[in-house]
């Protein structure tokens, strides 16, 4: 299969210090990729160079074939932990920004007809996510797990090639952090995503991943510890299917999913 | 129970306010009572009744010379430099700090000529001022815009670059391109700081008026202060004072209040 998003051998340094090293990476579309490893080891600056917040300083990437250039756009989606949202826009507000910035190059505000048929993809969007009795509703007047669907909806109208997700559940409690996993997974199946997720739960990584990488640095020096980078030191496929997973994972509660863990990571 | 935990009702909370202003409105009572016992022509602490008196004509008789209503003319033309001063400056500060806040070659750029002039003292300027505008009107607005604009674009310059980055890249992975994210991300939210700019802007704008008037003028509230000084009118001076305090305590009302208004979203409201 065809990767829809390659590293080749990036390197990512700040100064002297080295963050990521011979980061070499398939993407396989429909997949959903879990990103493990300790604080420091370059979780989110795998992420931010995804998405273009950052580049690379060796090496490459290509999206569908095409070198990324160093900036976000609108082909990669992205879910942070917290400030995702807009707070002086309504619920339905944020939604429909994205589709106002596309229509609307000059003023970003649409009007008429079209504006009608943003709102109506904004409500419907909102909808899947379970936020469609509060699309009136600013972001200071919603609960954690709110404004992260919020931010999914958000993201999720520019349908992107791939949703970048940095920690979306780190913050929320855990029964609510239940509800958003099952979310994510049917919208993962719904929308056909691919997405990419750092976490700092390893059973939502193996629960919800197809793949799950570890990051970690390969080697150590004691004298100049940041001299070496970090790498994927386990890449671990764990399904085939996609479209099987998904359907599994809205089914199988979280706590049976531990003996298919074991025998995965020892597989 | 400790202090820090006592909560004043809203009552309670209007009386208490009201308490110190009634104590020192007493006290200035008692020590013009007293002086005026010992002196009944004194000039410097003049009784209510003297105040009333001496308002009264700048209040209801025409002025011989122009035929004006003294006080009112005053009002008129200093509430007029103020306003086109707070505004120019309020319009330079939203545009400026706007641009400066949120493109960062821009900020890298002129970032350091604002802060270069901001540390200007106005007051300095005001010979300048005189001597490129004239004594008109030009210059006693323009000492207000120079007096008050930089600390405001600083303001909000540092208002709009401290959002929360990740707003600013969300907006850009939803197709957000600089002037949008200018226009529909950072301005609205640049709002409610901007009135509070203005809020704060208030004192300094209300110093630079009244020494602009002091220097060179014919009308306006800090004219007529500086003018009846010579007489030793305190009767005038301070009904003056009193005037442009209400003044200023209004407009500050009215922006807290727009501002709650306009702005539910900034305030954390229920619902």
């Known amino acids: ?267 | 129970m400790r202090w820090v935990s006592r909560h004043v009702r809203r009552g309670d909370r209007l009386l208490l306010g009201a308490l110190p202003i009634l104590l020192l409105v007493l006290l200035y009572l008692f020590l013009a009572a007293q002086r005026h016992a010992a002196n009944s022509l004194d000039k410097i602490l003049p009784l209510p009744g003297g105040m009333v008196g001496a308002m009264a004509a700048l209040l209801f008789q025409p002025d011989q010379l122009t035929g004006q209503l003294v006080f009112w003319a005053d009002t008129l033309a200093s509430l007029q430099r103020l306003g086109l001063g707070l505004g120019i400056a309020t319009l330079a500060a939203l545009t400026v700090g706007l641009v400066l806040g949120v493109l960062p070659p821009v900020r890298a750029t002129f970032g350091p000529l604002v802060t270069g002039i901001a540390v200007i003292p106005p007051i300095a300027l005001l010979p300048i001022l005189f001597i490129a505008l004239g004594l008109g009107e030009t210059a006693k607005i323009a000492l207000i815009v120079i007096g008050i604009t930089p600390v405001m674009v600083r303001d909000i310059a540092a208002h709009v670059a401290a959002l929360p980055r990740e707003q600013i890249i969300k907006a850009q992975t939803l197709g957000a391109s600089s002037w949008q994210i200018m226009i529909r991300v950072a301005l609205p939210q640049a709002m409610p700081r901007l009135l509070h700019a203005m809020r704060l802007a208030l004192g300094p704008a209300w110093v630079f008026l009244v020494s602009a008037e002091a220097i060179a003028s014919d009308v306006g509230l800090g004219y007529r202060i500086f003018l009846v000084r010579r007489y030793l009118a305190m009767d005038v001076i301070i009904p003056y004072v009193a005037w442009i305090a209400a003044l200023a305590v209004v407009m500050d009302l009215a922006l807290t209040f727009l501002d709650r208004r306009l702005f539910p979203w900034a305030h954390g409201m229920g619902h």
């Open chain 1, 1 to 267: 299969m065809s990767a829809l998003l390659s590293l080749r051998d990036v390197w990512v340094e700040y100064g002297d210090k080295i963050v990521l090293e011979r980061m070499t990476l398939d993407v396989e579309a429909g997949s959903f990729i879990s990103i493990i490893g300790p604080s420091g080891a370059g979780k989110s600056s795998l992420l931010r160079l995804i998405l273009g917040q950052e580049a690379a300083t060796r090496g490459y990437i290509l999206l569908d074939g095409t070198p990324l250039t160093p900036e976000c756009g609108p082909d990669r989606g992205v879910v942070f932990q917290r400030y995702s949202v807009f707070p002086h826009l309504s619920v339905l507000r944020n939604t429909v920004f994205g589709l106002e910035c596309a229509g609307a190059p000059l003023s970003a505000r649409l009007f008429g007809a079209p504006r009608r048929a943003a709102i109506a993809e904004a409500s419907e969007m909102l909808d899947a996510v379970g936020l469609g009795d509060s699309l009136h509703l600013y972001p200071s007047q919603l609960s954690g797990g709110m404004l992260q669907r919020l931010a999914i909806a958000q993201a999720l109208i520019k349908r992107p090639r791939i949703l970048l997700l940095d920690e979306p559940f780190g913050a929320l409690d855990p029964g609510i952090r239940a509800d958003m996993h099952a979310l994510i997974t049917r919208l993962w199946r719904d929308y056909s995503l691919t997405i990419i997720m750092v976490t700092h739960d390893i059973r939502e990584a193996f629960t919800l991943g197809t793949r799950v990488l570890a990051l970690d640095k390969r080697r150590h020096d004691p004298h100049a510890r940041h001299r070496f980078g970090a790498t994927a030191i386990y890449d671990l496929p764990l399904r085939k299917e996609a479209g099987e997973a998904a359907a599994e994972a809205t089914v199988v509660a979280p706590e049976s999913r531990h003996d298919q863990k074991e025998t995965i990571s020892h597989g």
